[in-house]
């Protein structure tokens, strides 16, 4: 895999300046130019983009990395408009060419029209609430995890564009109580983890 894909879906919303998920965008970045033979595109969803040149980076890219805040147990509002537009535009234009039903048999095989196999993504996401909320019984998220729970529909999203989830990293109580070198220092570790497997597929 040469060909890298950042996609920063934070932008600046009321208390939200979006610091944190733009140097995680930043780390990320820095870390594959600094390695020979990779090419790396970036999108932020804060700035304008082009619907067609944004397909264009999701069929180029071996590898998608997505950098999100989590708001209000969501992504954030212009993150998701930015995925219903460019998804939407992608439709058989290389992002997929249908939900993979026919006619003939409608009851099954859907969500099999991809168009991105072979492809993989990776998905960090920041969080105001501790990861105890996720993990301990009588908390908050019923001892479910972000992957489990509030991510179930991203992960099927890129599921019917055909991608594979290598996978996801997330940060926690990021708002009160963040030790951004930590947290700096434990992504870097994630990425040098898995990136003899993501280069060499």
């Given at each position: 895999?040469?060909n890298?894909?950042i996609?920063?879906?934070?932008?600046?919303?009321?208390?939200?300046?979006?610091?944190?998920?733009?140097?995680?965008?930043?780390?990320?970045?820095?870390?594959?130019?600094?390695?020979?033979?990779?090419?790396?595109?970036?999108?932020?969803?804060?700035?304008?983009?082009?619907?067609?040149?944004?397909?264009?980076?999701?069929?180029?890219?071996?590898?998608?990395?997505?950098?999100?805040?989590?708001?209000?147990?969501?992504?954030?509002?212009?993150?998701?408009?930015?995925?219903?537009?460019?998804?939407?535009?992608?439709?058989?234009?290389?992002?997929?060419?249908?939900?993979?039903?026919?006619?003939?048999?409608?009851?099954?095989?859907?969500?099999?029209?991809?168009?991105?196999?072979?492809?993989?993504?990776?998905?960090?996401?920041?969080?105001?609430?501790?990861?105890?909320?996720f993990?301990?019984?009588?908390?908050?998220?019923?001892?479910?995890?972000?992957?489990?729970?509030?991510?179930?529909?991203?992960?099927?999203?890129?599921?019917?564009?055909?991608?594979?989830?290598?996978?996801?990293?997330?940060?926690?109580?990021v708002?009160?109580?963040?030790?951004?070198?930590?947290?700096l220092?434990?992504?870097?570790?994630?990425?040098?983890?898995?990136?003899?497997?993501?280069?060499?597929?």
């Amino acid at each position: 895999m040469k060909n890298i894909l950042i996609l920063y879906g934070g932008h600046p919303f009321a208390h939200s300046p979006g610091a944190f998920n733009k140097t995680l965008l930043e780390t990320t970045e820095a870390f594959f130019t600094a390695k020979k033979g990779y090419t790396v595109r970036t999108t932020q969803v804060a700035e304008s983009y082009e619907l067609q040149k944004e397909v264009e980076k999701f069929t180029w890219a071996d590898l998608i990395i997505y950098h999100t805040p989590i708001w209000w147990f969501q992504l954030p509002f212009g993150f998701k408009t930015y995925l219903d537009k460019v998804l939407t535009h992608g439709h058989q234009k290389g992002m997929y060419e249908s939900d993979g039903r026919t006619r003939k048999n409608p009851a099954i095989n859907y969500g099999t029209g991809g168009s991105l196999h072979g492809k993989k993504y990776i998905i960090t996401t920041s969080w105001n609430a501790p990861e105890e909320a996720f993990t301990l019984a009588g908390e908050f998220f019923d001892q479910k995890s972000v992957d489990e729970g509030v991510l179930f529909g991203f992960h099927k999203m890129n599921q019917f564009l055909g991608l594979e989830h290598l996978d996801s990293k997330h940060f926690h109580d990021v708002e009160k109580n963040a030790d951004v070198p930590k947290a700096l220092q434990d992504y870097t570790a994630f990425l040098e983890h898995h990136f003899e497997e993501v280069l060499q597929d």
